[in-house]
């Protein structure tokens, strides 16, 4: 069955959902929005957000900024279309509440968040030892995601608190806390120092600490940054019988490197104690297929009923409730931000 | 498919040459010898095992007792003419009834151990990933139990949760009678094929066997020489991994694929996990001095550890290490 898909937002992220969709076969895209048309996209391209309706889309592709995704993705449930929406689900919690309560007006309808760093095989298969029993027990994770702030850093959205929610740790740090959550699950204990080091004229973090526990026992660090300089994503999962890491993602501007998997199972001596650097399984992946498999889980919930795994309403409260836990746990930042806030009023 | 790197520590040069492997390529040759020598043994000429290319077609690789190739085509590395299998069995079982206990008690060394580690942990690894949507809860092992007797020690002691079924080599004027009757009768969720390949007069026939007879979904593990290794382009003949009765085929990652797709296998993965060619090389350049190599000899002369694993882990990425692994399903 094919789906006519409406895109509003067709930036980057737009952009690259379209490709997908034309990839994958299933969907015809009838129509864009986006503040920018005077570009042949090879589909009507509009301004205003509430024309695509009249293309009768079945599905709304949500790629706008933060503050818009609410909005848009409400307006969608409400016309009775199936929505995707990217990442951040809005800029806090409570968007995220507000969108749900849309959703469950309208059951018969999916709605997906696109946080597609779950579809990456390299973690696809560090999720398969861990959930498989290979691994033994979870003890413990490290997370690293950073890069050199970007371009024009100080005036785009992303780094503006109204539109965004935040800085580096709403952006890029909460893929990593995405994947924390689908390894443990939720975390009981958050500590955290959040932190503006370069761009201190800019009100949201460039850094971001975090050390969270969960009820099981699984402890968690995050280091999410913009003053990293090189763009790096490190995972690490420490457990009872070895370790697996996940160097590097594949990324739409390919700069974090090729995604290599290293996998260990411990040896061990007489004694049955583990012997130091055991023998490790390296496997490079250099083909980013996160997107199609994203769009295709999408499709298939759509079409044929299949439950959504990744991306849910829930996962994406979850994940954004411990943003904001994380944000709370610095208290110093705490203060900055409420003083931000005041002069801003 | 899956391409893994097995990264671990370098061996130290001094074991990977040793006067007991010299005993043991003596006592190999020796064997092959009888062999030729039997007026009663078949043996019979055949093209290349991995892609059926004409050995007329092929390059002389060898002519150590037996005639080897090297196929243009492939790369596989082979015996142009092979004696038939029942004798060759029979010549194996009889040179390991010979082996001394010292020999058997000096495998169990750590070395060996970590080997051993290294393919329990590839078949748990690889059983996580497969997806199969069932465990490996039964793999048989098809001779390697003969081929290094520490083998059933450690599986016992180290495999978990997964049952093993041992099949020994067994001399029969019926070869691979056994194999096929044990497929039918105990179905396993996976067979190991480790140091067997090589040594095969039929890999063809001995891969035939298990896709006949084993259920659909079997996973089938092989490791064996792999031709494309450095040592093998540097050394040719001389490498001293080369001992002819051992390595009847040395097959090409092309080759074997070849075979093996040829045959109605899926490869699910494939890995060239050796970490012995850089050492071994090392080893030759530096105790012949004569031996002169345009880059490669000063280039191993020079090389202290960190370059030599650099190296070896480079040559796995390629695919281009001197050992190969293979996981197939039928």
């Known amino acids: 069955m094919t789906l006519r898909a409406a895109i509003i937002g067709y930036g980057k992220m737009g952009q690259i959902r379209h490709r997908a969709m034309e990839r994958h076969g299933g969907f015809e895209v009838v129509a864009a929005c986006d503040t920018h048309t005077g570009f042949d996209a090879g589909i009507p391209l509009m301004t205003d957000p509430m024309q695509v309706y009249d293309y009768d889309p079945d599905v709304i592709f949500c790629c706008v ?60 298969n560090a999720r398969q030892l861990i959930a498989g029993g290979t691994m033994g027990d979870l003890y413990f994770m490290r997370g690293v995601y950073g890069k050199a702030g970007g371009a024009n850093y100080a005036q785009n959205w992303r780094n503006d608190p109204d539109q965004s929610g935040g800085g580096i740790l709403i952006d890029q740090g909460i893929h990593m806390l995405d994947l924390f959550l689908m390894f443990a699950e939720g975390f009981s204990e958050v500590q955290s120092f959040v932190q503006r080091k370069f761009w201190t ?47 590097g993602i594949l990324s739409a501007s390919g700069t ?42 999408f499709h298939d919930a759509v079409v044929h009923g299949a439950p959504v795994l990744c991306g849910t309403s829930q996962q994406a409260l979850d994940v954004m409730t411990l943003v904001e836990r994380i944000y709370a746990a610095d208290t110093d930042w705490t203060s900055q931000r409420a003083g931000h806030a005041a002069r801003a009023v | 498919m899956y391409t893994p790197v097995f990264i671990d520590e370098l061996p130290d040069a001094s074991t990977v040459s040793s006067r007991k492997s010299e005993l043991y390529r003596l006592t190999r040759a020796r064997g092959l010898t009888e062999l030729l020598l039997d007026g009663t043994t078949p043996w019979h000429d055949r093209a290349c095992p991995g892609c059926g290319q004409d050995r007329s077609q092929s390059g002389n690789f060898s002519q150590a007792l037996i005639p080897f190739h090297r196929c243009s085509h492939c790369n596989t590395i082979y015996a142009a003419k092979v004696p038939a299998q029942a004798p060759l069995d029979a010549l ?19 070395r060996q151990e970590f080997e051993f580690v290294s393919v329990l942990n590839w078949i748990r690894l690889t059983e996580a990933r497969a997806a199969t949507g069932r465990p490996l809860a039964q793999v048989l092992d098809y001779r390697f139990c003969s081929e290094n007797p520490a083998w059933p020690g450690a599986v016992a002691r180290l495999a978990q949760n997964r049952g093993w079924q041992f099949l020994p080599l067994a001399p029969d004027s019926e070869p691979l009678a056994d194999l096929a009757r044990t497929l039918r009768q105990s179905p396993p969720d996976a067979v190991l094929l480790n140091a067997e390949l090589d040594r095969s007069a039929d890999p063809r026939a001995l891969l035939q066997t298990i896709r006949d007879h084993a259920p659909e979904g079997t996973l089938v593990f092989v490791a064996t020489s792999c031709a494309d290794g450095l040592e093998y382009e540097i050394l040719g003949a001389d490498s001293p991994s080369f001992v002819p009765l051992d390595r009847l085929n040395v097959f090409s990652v092309k080759g074997f694929e070849a075979l093996a797709r040829g045959l109605g296998y899926d490869c699910l993965e494939i890995s060239t996990p050796g970490r012995l060619d850089a050492v071994i090389l090392q080893r030759y350049f530096t105790e012949i001095e ?29 695919l281009r290490s001197g050992v190969m692994r293979f996981v197939l399903k039928t």
């Open chain 2, 290 to 318: 004569s031996a002169a190599v345009p880059f490669w000899s000063g280039f191993f002369r020079e090389a202290d550890r960190d370059r030599l694993r650099d190296l070896q882990i480079l040559l796995q990425r390629s």
């Open chain 2, 92 to 110: 194996r079982a009889r040179l390991q009834a010979e082996r001394p206990e010292a020999h058997a008690e000096a495998d169990a060394g750590s």
């Open chain 1, 201 to 247: 004229d800019v009100p949201v973090e460039d850094n971001a600490f975090a050390l969270m526990k969960s009820p099981e026992g699984v402890v968690a660090s995050l280091h999410s940054s913009a003053t990293q300089w090189q763009h790096k994503f490190i995972l690490e999962l420490y457990t009872r019988g070895g370790f697996i890491s996940v160097n």
């Open chain 1, 256 to 297: 974090y490197g090729t995604e290599v998997l290293n996998v260990a199972l411990n040896r061990l001596d007489q004694d049955g104690n583990p012997i130091p650097n055991p023998e490790s399984q390296e496997i490079r992946f250099t083909e980013d297929r996160s997107w199609d498999k994203e769009i295709a889980e």
């Open chain 1, 65 to 124: 900024p933060n503050m818009m995704i609410p909005d848009v993705v409400c307006e969608a449930l409400k016309r009775g279309k199936h929505v995707f929406s990217e990442k951040p689900p809005g800029r806090n919690s409570d968007d995220v509440r507000r969108m749900r309560a849309a959703e469950a007006t309208r059951p018969e309808l999916v709605l997906k968040f696109g946080f597609n760093h779950r579809f990456h095989d390299a973690i696809e």
